[in-house]
Antibody, heavy 122, light 109 residues
Framework: EVQLVESGGGLVQPGRSLRLSCAAS????????MHWVRQAPGKGLEWVSG????????GYADSVKGRFTISRDNAKNSLYLQMNSLRAEDTALYYC???????????????WGQGTLVTVSS | QSALTQPRSVSGSPGQSVTISCTGT?????????VSWYQQHPGKAPKLMIY???KRPSGVPDRFSGSKSGNTASLTISGLQAEDEADYYC?????????FGGGTKLTVL
């Protein structure tokens, strides 16, 4: 059974940093692209970032480019999101999602975690 | 990176069919056959319902179908059931990024 478990969320002041983690199990992690998708309270879904199976291809939404960094550790079956210079508008539930085999091309998120809540407020 | 355009709400009675549209541009929906649809019940994670415009993952009822014409994709749900009441999001690849629609709330009357 595929499981994705996010952690690392919490309350953080504007301008500070936070690192999210996603522990994956139930599939061959290093065969698949992985993504972060967020959802602000009461709002819709927003793709944040994606990373290919071997970290060779990475993409970011314009809203986080230059502030967020996605990475993965295939030996630990883990996905990460380093979030710097956080803003109030980054407040959201952050989901880890499993993508296609290989690269980040093509929008397909077939398994999702339950999310970790990030609140940016002073 | 503009969001795809979906109606804010649609409704239908049990047994009826409803269609949710998703309009983008030639840079996203119209440019790739990488449109997917997600169902989200309140307080739950999204669930993949359709991918690559019209493919259904295993376990998704064949009442759910997808299509695309030009820059507009559509999700059709036939034989509406009470459990279909949820928010639905379309999603498209756009070359170097992925974009979602704003979401559509489906009400089963």
């Amino acid at each position: 059974e595929v499981q994705l478990v996010e952690s690392g969320g919490g309350l953080v002041q504007p301008g500070r940093s936070l690192r999210l983690s996603c522990a994956a199990s139930g599939f061959t992690f290093d065969d698949y692209a992985m993504h972060w998708v967020r959802q602000a309270p009461g709002k819709g879904l927003e793709w944040v970032s994606g990373i290919s199976w071997n970290s060779g291809s990475i993409g970011y939404a314009d809203s986080v480019k230059g502030r967020f960094t996605i990475s993965r550790d295939n030996a630990k079956n883990s996905l990460y999101l380093q979030m710097n210079s956080l803003r109030a508008e980054d407040t959201a539930l952050y989901y880890c999602a499993k993508g296609r085999p290989g690269g980040i091309s093509g929008s397909l998120f077939d398994y999702w975690g339950q999310g970790t809540l990030v609140t940016v407020s002073s | 990176q503009s969001a795809l355009t979906q109606p804010r709400s649609v409704s239908g009675s049990p047994g009826q069919s409803v269609t949710i549209s998703c309009t983008g541009t030639s840079s996203d929906v119209g440019g790739y056959n990488y449109v997917s649809w997600y169902q989200q019940h309140p307080g739950k994670a999204p669930k993949l319902m359709i991918y690559d415009v019209s493919k259904r993952p295993s376990g998704v009822p064949d009442r759910f179908s997808g299509s695309k014409s030009g820059n507009t994709a559509s999700l059709t749900i036939s034989g509406l059931q009470a459990e279909d009441e949820a928010d639905y999001y379309c999603c498209s690849y756009a070359g170097s990024y992925t974009v979602f629609g704003g979401g559509t709330k489906l009400t089963v009357l």
